[in-house]
């Protein structure tokens, strides 16, 4: 199926690796052109030779820095003639029991997984409404829908944008000028963040890791961990030409290991 978005330009956030990369991956196979951002300089530079080598025809620039940050976020949209895509991508806050986080610790959570996306989508929606183009996609994540009672600052950051986006999505101005804004909430994807997070799990439990790492498995359906890629080929169809009907949206993408009907 052909997208209909070759030529587009796609910021793509926290994308030198895991599900931020999955979605840069998928979109250069489209014909996107896509400008992506990391911290790690070394990895994000070997990420874009990677995404290059895909498809000669597009351009792939990286930009290293804190996409947190005001000055981070500036130099990532300066590096693109405009954005047509964003997808929104920020390493989740660590797991622990809430009694032993203080105002600081949220503030970060708010600040990376909250902030930094209604910034991104502030500073580009409009744009995107006066071409009569926009897809914006938001890496949230299946605790949204399920809370995990150890990742209490990602539950709290992650549904204050759940929340935003509901409206926002909404708004006539941008709805009917072909912007769409949705979230992807994942699953278990095999991802460096999923392994480390199983490693401390195995460290804290005594359990070797394969173990820990089998009982998950068991939790889901699909009796296996998603692919990055596979989550981003979900993220280019949303943002394709054919999913101009779909806005609003909290989208999981888990092998069916939520068990509700709703």
Known sequence: ???????????????????????????????????????????LEATAAELRKLNAAVQVRAV??????????SVALAAAPQVDILVNNAGGPPPGDFRDWR???????????????????????DAMAERGFGRVVNITSS?????????????????????????????????SRNVTINNLLPGSFDTDRLRSGFSAVSAKS?????????ARRKMIPAARFGTPDEFGAYCAWLCSQQASFVTGQNLLTDGGQYPGTY
């Open 103 to 125: 105002r600081e610790n949220w503030l970060a959570a708010v600040e990376a997984n909250m902030i930094t996306p209604i910034e991104l989508i502030r500073l580009t929606v």
């Open 143 to 175: 605790a949204v829908k399920a809370p995990i009672d150890f990742l209490g600052l990602s539950n709290g950051a992650r549904s204050g944008l759940t929340g935003f986006v509901a409206g926002t999505a909404r708004q006539a101005r941008l709805a």
């Open 64 to 73: 290293a820095g804190d996409i947190t940050s005001e000055a981070g976020r």
């Open 1 to 43: 199926m052909d997208l209909g978005i070759a030529g587009k330009w796609a910021l793509v956030c926290a994308a030198s690796k895991g599900l931020g990369k999955g979605c840069a991956t998928a979109l250069v196979r489209e014909g996107v052109n896509v400008v992506i951002t990391a911290r790690g300089a070394e990895a």
């Open 206 to 214: 005594g359990q070797p890791l394969e173990a820990v790492m089998e």
